[in-house]
């Protein structure tokens, strides 16, 4: 391994849930047992989802829900779009219905019809989710990809 590869790892990752492996599925599924039911034991969890107690200890401490703990807070999104009227326009309409507060936003030049469009908002501590939200901005029509970059 190069210098420039080492310098690139990364240590932790954001993805989506249907590119988790359905053995790291069942431990959040068995977490949140834990988490849920008073006097649970790990073995009864571990039995509930059909997985080994093994593989619940292997993958415990290294998969971790994402929560739309968001709330209150600041959220990055990257969006790769098509250059097609009106798309941004209801991108925007779509954050502010769920109250989202924009701070900042960046397009980028099209290129080969595609624009990357970097938006900041602060997420209220009410209203809609970020995970609505994030699934109502990829349904629509021109947008290829929306990625959570940061949240704080």
């Known amino acids: 391994m190069t ?64 929560h ?11 969006l790769q779009m098509e250059d097609t009227k009106g798309l941004l326009a209801n991108v925007l309409n779509i954050v502010a219905k769920h109250h989202a507060n924009i701070l900042t936003i960046h397009q980028s030049i099209p290129v080969n019809g595609i624009a990357s469009l970097t ?10 989710s970020i995970t609505a939200m994030i699934e109502e901005i990829e349904t629509l029509h021109g947008i290829q990809s929306v990625k959570i970059l940061a949240r704080e």
């Open 119 to 128: 938006l900041s908002a602060e997420i209220p501590f009410t209203g809609s």
């Open 3 to 66: 210098q420039n590869e080492t310098n690139f790892e990364e240590k932790y990752y954001l993805v989506k849930k249907n590119a988790v492996s359905p053995v790291l599925k069942k431990v959040i599924e068995a977490k949140r047992l834990l988490e849920s039911t008073k006097n649970m034991s790990i073995q009864e969890a571990t039995e509930a989802v059909g997985i080994s107690r093994s593989s619940f200890y292997k993958y415990k401490d290294d998969i971790l829900a994402f």
């Open 68 to 78: 739309d703990t968001t709330k209150g807070k600041t959220i990055t999104l990257l």
